[in-house]
């Protein structure tokens, strides 16, 4: 018998309209093997970590809870960043922090992680995508560390819908989301 889908929460560093990051969501979700259901979780809308949100479980935001609980039920987590100034932008930071707490109630450990970085330049964001497996291992997190992602000039890779016409790249990226699947399938996520 066929194993259940697994659930994967797919976050996105950047929050612009025309993102390349937002464009290889879209051609992975179309790569991935059908043991994968990939979906976008929104972390444009969560609010700022304020650790007095927590202290008061009356004041913790919606936007928390909402996220926690969805990264919670989440098999593995995706992770496709731009760099920023040689790091990570703010917005993975923060979702990295709202799931981190209250403390002792990390919903990150244990689960499986991949990382994708891409940018105009030539290096692919080599520093966010190092900076943030650094990140997500101090979370507990099983990262994936191969193949390593670091698409460059990543503006010429995908069309409007995230299609790939360079086959060479597309069978790199299908490896990628293949070898993602039988890691999340080897890695099962430990129960909060
Ligand atoms: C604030 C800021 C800082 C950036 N810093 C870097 C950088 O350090 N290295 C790099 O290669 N690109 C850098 N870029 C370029 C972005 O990585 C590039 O525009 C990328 O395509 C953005 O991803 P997106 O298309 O998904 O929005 C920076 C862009 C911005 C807005």
Do not use: C
Not at 53 to 70: G, H, K, L, N, S
Request: net charge neutral.
């Amino acid at each position: 018998m066929a194993s259940p889908q697994k659930d994967i929460a797919v976050l996105i560093g950047s929050l612009r309209r025309d993102s390349i990051n937002k464009k290889a969501a879209l051609a992975l979700d179309h790569l991935a093997p059908d043991s994968l259901r990939l979906s976008q979780v929104d972390i444009a809308t969560l609010d700022y970590y304020n650790q007095d949100f927590d202290a008061d479980p009356a004041e913790t935001p919606i936007t928390y809870r909402a996220f926690r609980e969805r990264i919670a039920r989440a098999d593995g987590v995706l992770f496709l960043t731009p760099e920023y100034n040689r790091t990570i932008p703010a917005v993975i930071k923060n979702a990295v922090d709202v799931g981190s707490r209250p403390y002792g109630k990390s919903v990150w450990a244990g689960k499986p992680a991949g990382v994708i970085s891409m940018t105009m330049g030539v290096l692919g964001g080599f520093g966010a995508n190092q900076d943030l497996r650094r990140l997500l291992g101090n979370m507990d997190m099983r990262v994936m560390q191969q193949p390593e992602v670091y698409l460059s000039s990543a503006h010429e890779i995908f069309g409007a819908e995230g299609v790939i016409d360079k086959e060479s790249t597309r069978t790199f990226l299908k490896s990628f989301i293949d070898a993602f699947a039988t890691w999340v399938q080897h890695h099962p996520a430990l129960a909060a």
